[in-house]
């Protein structure tokens, strides 16, 4: 029989998933991938499109396709750079797409997490905090695991109260002392 807590944890991982894909692909009008592409051009404009897909899980292909649709809908556009590299920038519209799903996000969670009283809360981001140091054990890529988070609430590089972040900053002070 399977454990009712992993049973729990996977039902509401998919419901809040859902709920949150389905308001936020409706605030940008393209699919997951071209929301965290938006979101990690917003905060790291000049990628290369094998750089971006990297970061938000897609192969080089996927992302160049990915790339090209976001293109022709006016929401990045490609620079020459250096050599033959090209990179990738998010026009004013595709930042201004980037912004309504991070808000948009957002608005949901916090009505989601309205259900909740200030203890509960507390205690459900303890619990969180825990799994996200999990899962990136399991994936130690921040910018996979938070490709569709406003990274730039998580801290300055040198200190973080995100749990991924702190997970990062700790695993790489461990590798300077190898």
Same mark, same amino acid.
């Given at each position: 029989m399977h454990d009712r807590t992993a049973n729990l944890l996977g039902a509401a991982s998919l419901a809040v998933t859902d709920l949150l894909l389905g308001a936020t692909t409706a605030a940008a009008a393209t /699919? @997951? =991938?071209?929301? $965290? $592409?938006?979101?990690a051009l =917003? &905060? $790291? @404009? /000049?990628l290369s499109a094998t750089e971006l897909g990297r970061r938000i899980g897609l192969t080089q292909s996927a992302s160049t396709r990915m790339v090209d649709s976001l293109e022709t809908r006016g929401l990045v556009e490609r620079r020459e750079s250096i050599g033959k590299w090209v990179a990738v920038h998010p026009t004013e519209e595709g930042r201004r797409v980037a912004w309504a799903v991070? !808000? !948009? &996000? *957002? *608005? &949901?969670v916090a009505g989601l997490l309205s259900s909740l009283d200030d203890d509960e809360r507390d205690t459900l981001a303890g619990l969180l905090e825990k799994l996200l140091v999990a899962a990136y054990d399991e994936k130690p890529d921040t910018f996979y695991l938070c490709r569709l988070c406003d990274r730039d609430s998580c801290g300055d590089g040198k200190a973080t109260h995100c749990p991924v972040g702190a997970a990062d900053l700790e695993a790489r002070a461990n590798a300077d002392d190898v």
């Open positions: /699919g @997951p =991938s071209g929301m $965290a $592409a938006l979101i =917003s &905060r $790291a @404009p /000049g991070l !808000t !948009t &996000r *957002d *608005d &949901r």
